[in-house]
């Protein structure tokens, strides 16, 4: 399988979805101008990889800000993930003195069935 890199620009994260380690990493901002066509190919990469996943599979949310109809791209990702089979994590990066963003991944994690690990950091 592919796997799908895309070039993070200052409306859209740096995507780098990678079958053969199974990490899967969206880190930048998140304000496209269509955020469901922006998502579309990292959803069907995501649906595919489900097929063959590996036994380990990280997602790795390192956003320093997304928009709300990126917040619902973000969920819409989430659930895919919960239907890969084998050791699912998704890793949410957060400012140490960004209470929003933290407070975000706390509410995906009520929402969603895969184990949330929240990661505290300096700075992106």
Same mark, same amino acid.
């Given at each position: 399988? =592919?796997?799908? #890199?895309?070039?993070?620009?200052?409306?859209?994260?740096?995507?780098?979805?990678?079958?053969?380690?199974?990490?899967?990493?969206?880190?930048?901002?998140?304000?496209?101008?269509?955020?469901?066509? !922006? *998502?579309?190919?990292?959803?069907?990469?995501? =649906?595919? *990889?489900?097929?063959?996943?590996?036994?380990?599979?990280?997602?790795? #949310?390192?956003?320093?800000? !997304?928009?709300?109809?990126?917040?619902?791209?973000?969920?819409?990702? !989430?659930?895919?993930?919960?239907?890969?089979?084998?050791?699912?994590? #998704?890793?949410? *990066?957060? =400012?140490?003195? %960004?209470?929003?963003?933290?407070?975000?991944?706390? %509410?995906?994690?009520?929402?969603?069935?895969?184990? &949330?690990?929240?990661?505290?950091?300096?700075? &992106?």
């Amino acid at each position: 399988m =592919e796997n799908l #890199i895309l070039a993070g620009t200052p409306k859209t994260p740096t995507v780098e979805l990678n079958a053969g380690n199974g990490t899967l990493l969206l880190k930048g901002r998140s304000i496209p101008e269509n955020s469901i066509e !922006f *998502y579309k190919p990292i959803l069907a990469w995501i =649906e595919q *990889y489900g097929t063959n996943a590996n036994a380990q599979t990280t997602l790795q #949310i390192q956003l320093e800000y !997304f928009n709300t109809s990126s917040s619902k791209c973000l969920l819409d990702v !989430f659930k895919r993930m919960e239907t890969i089979s084998g050791n699912v994590v #998704i890793e949410w *990066y957060y =400012e140490n003195d %960004d209470e929003d963003m933290l407070e975000a991944g706390e %509410d995906y994690e009520a929402i969603i069935r895969v184990p &949330f690990k929240k990661i505290g950091v300096d700075q &992106f």
